[in-house]
């Protein structure tokens, strides 16, 4: 089964500051998918990565992707607290179509 | 479109009785997913279909559990009977696979099991 871990599980920051949440993940995959979830409310999805090399970036997050070292980033550059949330990346194996989650980073933003 | 549609939101019900979990997938996706999400162990996958067919039930707990999806459009989630470490929030997911489409979820039902 692959495995895929972030790390931090938890992070606290203040406005303004810039800080990278790791997406590890087992085996081999070329997809790679970041979503959001608010308290309470479903998963949105944020970005979806193809290809090594893979840059997207949407307001103040931006995602990349290494396959070579199954490896995914999502950075936050001066942090909000609208982005103050749950934080997931889930890879999808190359043949087949399971979606394997991380444990989620929870994101706090403090003022 | 309406997006993924669950139902129920919440559901509250005594130990041993049946529940059944509803999930109405985005018009065109041709694969569902069934997810239980708590706090001890995060996002499970519970079973796929694809194609109306499931095609990986590893994730589902014990008997108890089963999951159908009778046409394109229409998927349950059942659990008979129930315990109350089945409470839970269980998300239903569609995409269209093949395509390196990303899911898109429901809103989930909020399941407590007293």
């Known amino acids: 089964e692959l495995k895929v871990e972030q790390n931090p599980l938890f992070l606290s920051m203040q406005e303004g500051k810039n800080y990278t949440i790791y997406c590890n993940y087992s085996t081999t995959s070329d997809r790679l998918y970041w979503y959001r979830q608010d308290p309470g409310k479903s998963l949105e999805s944020l970005f979806v990565?193809?290809?090594?090399?893979a840059v997207k970036q949407e307001g103040r997050l931006m995602a990349s992707l290494d396959t070579k070292a199954r490896l995914s980033t999502l950075h936050i550059t001066a942090a909000v607290h609208d982005l103050s949330a749950t934080y997931f990346c889930a890879v999808s194996q190359e043949y087949g179509n399971q979606f394997y989650f991380g444990t989620g980073t929870s994101l706090t933003v403090i003022p | 479109d309406a997006g993924v549609i669950q139902s129920p939101r919440h559901e509250v019900t005594e130990m041993g009785q049946e529940v059944t979990l509803r999930c109405k997938p985005i018009?065109?996706?041709?694969?569902l997913f069934w997810y239980r999400q708590t706090m001890m162990r995060g996002l499970e996958l519970l079973i796929y279909f694809n194609n109306n067919v499931p095609i990986d039930d590893s994730g589902m707990p014990e008997d108890r559990f089963s999951a159908k999806m009778p046409n394109a459009s229409f998927s349950t989630l059942k659990i008979q009977p129930s315990e109350p470490r089945d409470s839970a929030v269980y998300f239903c997911a569609s995409s269209l696979s093949g395509a390196n489409e990303k899911l898109f979820f429901g809103s989930g039902t909020q399941l407590s099991v007293l």
């Open positions: 990565l193809l290809s090594n090399g």
């Open positions: 018009s065109g996706h041709n694969s």
